[in-house]
């Protein structure tokens, strides 16, 4: 067998000819295969079970780039490639061969690397195959190791038996080999779950095991991400607090960029699957968008937005469902509804209907806006509009989910007022009335550990008004036990003499024991869930990336080429100074017509502060009595804009003539552009990073689009916003496509330049991009940390991504920035030290900026030294088994359960 050896399958079978023959009693198989997904699934031979040694090296898609980034970075990038299949379908068709396989790896012989996609072997196939007497073999070839590919396909196969083929070969594998990493366990346990995999009925699984059924084939799990998991211990939170109550009320305080959307909005569809009911989502205008697209993109759910301003409905893609009006808000067209709680805020129609029915689960989204007017007015103290429509909708809602970063703004009593929403319509929060738990100044001292009842009378009175659940405690067990009461009765009448003598005797002798019992058994512990950032970094479960802020307020003249920054301020020119004063002007006298206006007056500065394009399309659209439609908290002013006075009209037209001047051309394009494209900061310009571009406005964005396409004509630009809204450019032409589609040119290197809105931004994993360009910035901190959050996620292979952040000089923005600048910490938390979201009113006296927001952070530092967040839990670190879930609720059936109407 000296001699070259040459097979065709259309001569001869090659199963029967070559490898059977060679495989009989081979002790040894090295196999370089193609693509690894496919070539994995061909390893089924009933012939390779009594090899002793079988070694596979294949190739795979992934970039070089994302093969140096974190072990789970790499694996969640190869399990998005392994799971590109539907899964319903593999498993009907090849579940024999995922079962085998599965054998194969579990049995100990089979052993498989991958490596990256510089090494392009996806055709070009060989193997050495040692016998027991210590001959070896060679062959190359286009053959697979299925059956199929042996008995029936038309391949092609070389065998070599020469000593210098084999080691060619072998010196070829070897090199491959010590290169690749091994076949990751995720990728094992998907094969084993697909093999087993079973389409199951709702009836069919326990409250506990839905979430797992559910998100197990979700486009998140698919992607090769997860649910992270503080967020899984939410949804099992929520469904303990389900079990205990038969219903849910919980504040979920995590802190921003941890992912609470997410929570919230698993936990919702798990109780809808569950049969609870129609889900209400309320938050703020600008956000409504975020929620329908993190519902599609992650879970694949369906949901519909309600367009005030219209009074119709919106799908997520984009569909209008027309209503006969206001009433229709009572009837949304599918089981989770999001609406704005701009409308709340100002008191329109649809609050009242809203009101008239029941819900399964209603979630508020920045909750810290539900409060009590502050000031020394008439309504100071009193419940503003939202949280005073939250106290009544809580009592017609079986479950209540609240969401926001800082329960606390300035006062204690702001929690409370929290929990006091939760304790509408379930007293098991803090107790019916008289209960001690719903005085704030009394409990304060107890839930801090300061002070313990000093009788057991008086620890009675703590505990009976609301009486924990059972397994809280072993003596909260006891006195249910002895009292004959269950977990859904929680207000307990009897007073401390009638209490059976062996309970009195247990809270004599036992509880004086534990001196800070309350302290650890609250109310505030039992309802409210936080999840911080530094913790779940110390944790190993977010990784820890800097961030470098750009342009630095103190670099000398010249540090960023000929871009002209004065401190944070990047140089306008005289057109624009124009267009800004008359733009100020037209504020000022928005301002006097109507102490009402609020940020309408300022919302052409910040448009125009934006770029050049939103200046002068707003304008142009307020002169015009056009809708501006962008941002659901303008739909009340149509009215106010609709009626300009002559002052409001001159100033208008007096910003479009300056800023249609020939000369007016916008500095922030060409600092953007040199920032892509020079080496200002890095040896490298920011587009070989990668890069993401923010904007709060569509037009900004779609004129930052236009001038890079020309500028940069062979380079994809990506436009990432609204539905509809979102393509391609490309040599100046643009092309729609899908959110989808962007997400993945960008994780697969096609795409490494992004322009997006914040309304588009929620679920946006942009982790391959290095850097962030802010053309323009939100008047609210969180939103910045939410942008940053894009690419500031696991899987970020640079150690400390860049930010460039853009504002006109001698402006409102500028100022505004200024005094944040100012309070940011260092690179590993530059937003600790800020406000959460400028109020209106500071926006209004600018020369106070500063000091109104040291006295904000002040007093809330008081606040949170006064009431310490102590009620922080515990996150599991356990591996996510909700992936491996076998028994799964069909897609079509979630989607036929959810797209009932109210």
């Known amino acids: 067998m000296g001699a070259l050896n040459r097979f065709s399958s259309r001569l001869q079978p090659l199963d029967r000819t070559f490898l059977q023959d060679r495989l009989q009693g081979a002790v040894a198989y090295r196999r370089i295969a193609g693509y690894f997904r496919s070539s994995i699934l061909e390893l089924v031979g009933e012939f390779l079970s009594t090899i002793p040694t079988i070694q596979v090296v294949c190739n795979s898609d992934l970039d070089p780039q994302d093969w140096h980034v974190s072990r789970r970075a790499r694996e969640a990038a190869l399990l998005d490639r392994w799971q590109e299949a539907d899964p319903a379908l593999e498993a009907a068709l090849y579940r024999p061969q995922y079962r085998r396989l599965y054998e194969l790896l579990r049995q100990g012989n089979l052993h498989i690397r991958v490596v990256p996609a510089q090494q392009l072997f996806l055709h070009g196939k060989a193997g050495v195959i040692e016998s027991a007497t210590g001959h070896k073999t060679c062959f190359l070839g286009s053959v697979n190791e299925s059956k199929r590919a042996f008995s029936t396909n038309y391949e092609l196969l070389w065998e070599d038996p020469t000593p210098e083929g084999v080691a060619w070969v072998e010196a070829e594998f070897a090199a491959l080999w010590e290169m690749g990493i091994p076949l990751p366990e995720v990728i094992i ?142 009837r949304c067209p599918v089981q989770i509804a999001i609406v704005s709680t701009g409308l709340i805020i100002q008191q329109s129609p649809e609050c009242e209907v809203l009101l008239s029915r029941r819900y399964g689960t209603v979630i508020l989204d920045e909750a810290h806006r539900a409060r009590r007017h502050g000031g020394i007015g008439q309504k100071a103290g009193q419940p503003n509009h939202l949280l005073n429509f ?43 009335t008289y209960s001690r738990w719903q005085i704030w100044q009394t409990a304060l001292p107890i839930v801090k550990g300061e002070q313990s009842p000093p009788t057991p009378r008086e620890m009675w009175e703590w505990l009976q008004n609301p009486l924990p659940p059972a397994k809280e405690h072993p003596i909260f067990s006891a006195i249910r036990l002895q009292l004959g009461l269950d977990d859904k009765e929680y207000c307990v009448s009897t007073g401390f003499a009638s209490l059976p003598t062996v309970i009195q005797t247990r809270l004599e002798l036992e509880l004086p024991a534990e001196a800070e019992f309350l302290y650890h058994h609250n109310p505030i512990v039992r309802h409210t869930v936080v999840r911080r950032r530094r913790t779940l970094e110390e944790k190993g479960l977010l990784e820890r990336v800097g961030v470098i802020v750009h342009p630095q307020p103190d670099a000398p003249l010249g540090t960023y080429g000929d871009i002209p920054f004065i401190g944070v301020g990047l140089m306008a020119n005289y057109t624009f100074e124009c267009a800004y004063t008359a733009a100020e002007e037209f504020s000022h006298a928005l301002g006097q017509r109507t102490r009402t206006a609020g940020f309408l007056k300022t919302i052409l500065l910040q448009r125009l502060c934006s770029s050049f394009a939103a200046g002068r399309i707003t304008a142009t659209k307020i002169l015009n009595h056009q809708s501006l439609d962008e941002d659901g908290e303008l739909a009340s002013a149509t009215s106010i804009l609709s009626n300009l006075t002559p002052a409001e009209q001159h100033a208008l037209e007096q910003v479009i003539a300056e800023l249609e001047r020939p000369e007016a051309r916008d500095p922030k394009l060409t600092a953007v552009l040199a920032f892509l494209t020079q080496p200002l900061t890095d040896p490298h310009p920011w587009l070989e990073y990668g890069c993401i571009i923010f904007s709060q406005f569509y037009d900004t964005v779609t004129a930052v689009a236009t001038a890079l396409t020309q500028a940069l004509p062979t380079e994809l630009i990506a436009v990432y916003a609204g539905v509809g809204k979102s393509g391609l450019w490309q040599g100046g032409q643009f092309t729609s496509v899908d959110r989808e589609a962007i997400k993945d040119g960008v994780k697969h290197h096609r795409i490494r330049l992004v322009i997006a809105t914040d309304a588009a931004c929620e679920g946006l994993n942009l982790q391959t991009l290095g850097t962030l360009i802010n053309v323009d910035l939100p008047w609210n901190p969180s939103r910045l940390e939410q942008r940053l959050g894009r690419i500031k996620r696991f899987g970020q292979r640079r150690p400390t991504v860049e930010m460039l952040n853009l504002v006109y000089h001698n402006t409102l923005d500028e100022k505004i920035y200024e005094a944040l600048s100012r309070r940011m910490k260092d690179r590993y938390d530059i937003f600790g030290s800020l406000p959460d979201t400028l109020e209106d009113e500071w926006i209004d006296n600018i020369e106070q900026l500063e000091d109104l927001m040291d006295k904000y952070l002040h007093l809330r530092q008081e606040a949170r030294n006064a009431f310490e967040l102590r009620y922080e839990r515990h996150v599991s670190d356990d591996p996510d088994q909700w992936r491996n879930c076998a028994r799964v609720l069909a897609r079509q059936d979630i989607l036929n359960v959810l797209s009932q109407p109210w």
């Open 189 to 330: 346990e998907q094969i084993h779950r697909i093999g087993d995999r079973q389409e199951v009925k709702l009836i069919d699984l326990a409250p506990q095991d839905i979430p797992a059924a559910t998100l197990a084939e979700s486009p998140l799990y698919r992607r090769g991400e997860t649910l992270q998991p503080w967020q899984r211990d939410f949804v099992a939170l929520f469904l303990e607090h389900r079990q205990t109550y038969d219903q849910v009320r919980l504040l979920l305080a995590d802190e921003v960029g941890v992912g609470k959307t997410l929570s919230l909005a698993t936990a919702a569809l798990v109780a809808n699957l569950l049969g609870d009911g129609p889900v209400l989502i309320l938050c703020p205008a600008p956000l409504t968008l975020q929620w329908q697209t993190e519902l599609l993109d992650k879970l694949a759910i369906p949901s519909a937005v309600w367009m005030s301003q219209g009074k119709y409905w919106q799908d997520a893609q984009g569909h209008i469902i027309r209503t006969r009006g206001v009433e229709d808000i009572a």
């Open 390 to 432: 939250m106290q009544q909708i809580a009592q017609r809602s079986r479950h209540v989910l609240l969401g926001t970063a800082t329960p606390i703004q300035t006062q204690v009593y702001e929690l409370w007022d929290l929990l006091g929403i939760l304790n509408q319509g379930a007293g098991f929060v803090l107790g019916r």
